[in-house]
């Protein structure tokens, strides 16, 4: 046992590793090729959707190793000291899975509580929730990080619910009294989110206060500039009750336009760039749900609902 202990754990270790690794590497090919054949998506993309669980695998086998080679040389009483603590641990992440599936389902109730009011917004918060994650990728967010900035999208237009629907599809420009009250939303979302425990870290996201892009100051989360920028992408690229869906190229050049001005310049080329290297087509003559069928082909627009035309009123 002397021996074992002082001599043989490093060579074990590494002998433990190397299998745990070769392991993983075989289960992680067969995986990603059934996945390909079946799904049929680009292998870089489920590649970068599950290399993070396929990571989190090699410490686990690596115990395994350990753990059976301890059984073999102390004997089932040792199994104790170690089962425990991992049946502890067991029950905690479980826990935390209960919180987060409320959390989820707490965020799904108020979409579809929006999603009935506003029929264009049926989608429009997953799609605004789907760039941004777009951006956090290509700006390496780490997972506790992009679940912030996943609900921050999701929830950014709760405020909605307090607007009156003729002025959320108005297809005129607002008269000032109208841009008021439009406005208003913000506060609400503001004040909603911080209510919600688990939702007040990212209450900042839903005011164009903290949304337009301020250079020079590190202080400022970026966050929402992300989710700004996506919910601008989406509402160019979407038709509305006062505008056709613009082309793809269109909302890009805008973005750039704007970059450093109104938009945060690196989080606009993040978005480019990541639905560039996917080959992703959205905007005029690539829409999947048009709600709007009788809209302008072009218009002035709501102001305050992420219109670039009148965002900067």
Not at 8 to 16: K, Q
Not at 40 to 49: P, T, Y
Not at 168 to 196: A, W, Y
Not at 203 to 219: I, L, Q, Y
Request: include cysteine; hydrophobic fraction near 45%.
């Amino acid at each position: 046992m002397v021996s074992w202990v002082g001599a043989e754990v490093p060579g074990f270790l590494a002998s433990s590793v190397t299998s745990a690794i070769a392991y993983t590497g075989s289960y992680a090919l067969v995986f990603l090729g059934v996945s390909h054949m079946t799904a049929r998506g680009r292998f870089s993309d489920l590649f970068r959707a599950t290399a993070p669980s396929l990571v989190q695998q090699v410490p686990f086998a690596v115990l395994g190793f350990f753990i059976g080679r301890l059984y073999l040389e102390l004997g089932a009483g040792v199994m104790l000291l170690i089962v425990v603590p991992i049946l502890i641990a067991r029950e905690m992440f479980a826990s935390y899975l209960r919180v987060k599936e409320a959390h989820d389902e707490t965020v799904k109730m108020l979409i579809q509580a929006l999603e009935k009011k506003d029929r264009y917004t049926s989608g429009h918060s997953e799609r605004v929730a789907k760039y941004a994650q777009y951006i956090g990728e290509e700006m390496h967010f780490g997972p506790a990080r992009m679940e912030r900035l996943r609900f921050a999208a999701l929830m950014h237009d709760i405020g909605k619910l307090v607007v009156p629907n003729h002025l959320l599809n108005k297809p005129g420009k607002l008269t000032e009294d109208e841009f008021r009250r439009i406005r208003i939303h913000e506060q609400v979302s503001v004040q909603m989110l911080s209510n919600i425990e688990f939702l007040a870290p990212i209450a900042g996201a839903a005011h164009s206060d903290n949304t337009r892009f301020v250079p020079d100051d590190p202080k400022r989360p970026i966050e929402p500039y992300i989710v700004m920028i996506a919910d601008a992408y989406d509402a160019m690229t979407s038709t509305r009750a006062y505008r056709k869906a613009l082309p793809q190229e269109v909302a890009f050049q805008e973005l750039r336009d704007k970059a450093g001005v109104q938009f945060h310049p690196d989080c606009v080329e993040a978005l480019i760039r990541a639905i560039e290297r996917r080959g992703e087509r959205h905007g005029a003559g690539y829409e999947e749900h048009q709600e709007f069928e009788d809209a302008p082909e072009a218009g002035v627009g709501s102001a305050g609902l992420g219109d670039l035309l009148t965002s900067e009123a």
